[in-house]
């Protein structure tokens, strides 16, 4: 019998013998409640890319390497060479390869939030000092424990709708039973953004009725890439402040912004005390498995956001912190830095082009024009999940459906161009096939 076989049948009945074991020993054992409950909901868009798996595309009769996907909210641009040399340099080094092995504080290096406090002036006009910085693991991470710092099981949190997959489920593992209410942000009629004004009133009549004790919103936003508005935002933050309750903005896609920034892009937490600025190294460095984030915000939200990490994660990693530091002082010295972000950001803005180009020439259907970062709506005019299964199945394309970014995405697919930033003919070839499908079908 081959012998690897023989393992891993020895390995299967020693599974078994365990669950049968636990069964027999522990028959009482049992997950969390809220654990239990959120499995029997998993996340639609990890379902659809389960679906998407290399094993599943072969049982539907397609071949994996022909699949075009417009699913994954990656960036596919490659990190700043220089930020390359440095991780090379210290794992050179024995001795700096030992000294990146050892703990950093909980808020992070001062050197590293010294450099983010100088970046961030650099490229945006925003003035901090390093007691408004706390590194963390990831913007993931971070907000997590920033529901935690901020809010109470019954409180309300105010997202829009449509909005970034992720916050619901984040909420509910922080928050347990927090109230959520989404705001409406995008005409489903006209498939545009509400106008500014309109954005303020439909606040303000919810903030009044609702009274959330945050409110968290990207920009550029994920899934729309859509910037919303200085007029809109700030008084969002006025009416917060006023009410003691507090705006986060989750700036995961800021250097990817395509149109001029918004002045809030420059808000200091002297400005407003009470907003939380969100940052991920995901993103901008193409760092979105070297992970690594960090806040801005007032002394006194992050000194509760030391004590929180001190729980959740200890400390962030030191390697990033060493190699983020040393590069970013580097670059912002010889400009090389503004020089990579501004090429990042001119081809994003390449790829949404030439998405929204094929999309026109070759679907005609309602999609939304993007003002930075990685991603475009668009409205299928039929049940998403339905039409993803359906194209998927017959063209080997992959669309992400709506739903799992709000109720008003029912009829929407989410396409990421992120991934192909750097092979653009691919973008133009999968709506090609969809095309000649729908076309038949
Ligand atoms: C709006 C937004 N926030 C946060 C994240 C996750 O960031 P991180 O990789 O830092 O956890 C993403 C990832 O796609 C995102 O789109």
Redesign the pocket.
Known sequence: MNMRYLEISLQSNEILAQKLYLQFYFPAMQLSKLIQQMMKEPSPIRQIMKMASKQNIINMGLDPDEVISYGG??VGHHAPEGLRKKYEEICKDRESFHDAGKYSPTLGFEECREAIAKMEKELFGVKLSIENIIIGQ????L?HDLFIALANPDDTILLFDPT?A?YPGQIKMALRNAKIVRQRVLDVETWGYKSQEEMAEDFKEIYEKEKPKIVMF?SP??PSSQVFGDEFVKTMADICYENGSFLII?Y??KTQCFIKPPNYFSWNPSDYPNVIA?H????WCRG?GR???WVDANEEIIEAMERVQQCSILCPDTLHQFAMAEYINEALKDGSLKKYLEDVKEAYKKAADETIKAINDLLEMPCLIPQGGLYTLMKVGEDADEFVRKVLKNTGVLFIPGRGFGESLREAVRISYGPHVENLEIIRKGFERVANYLRKA
């Open positions: 909210g990656w990831s913007s993931t991470q907000t970034y992720n990207p936003d994920n989750d995961a896609y969100m991920s190294n995901s993103k979105l992970r690594l984030g």
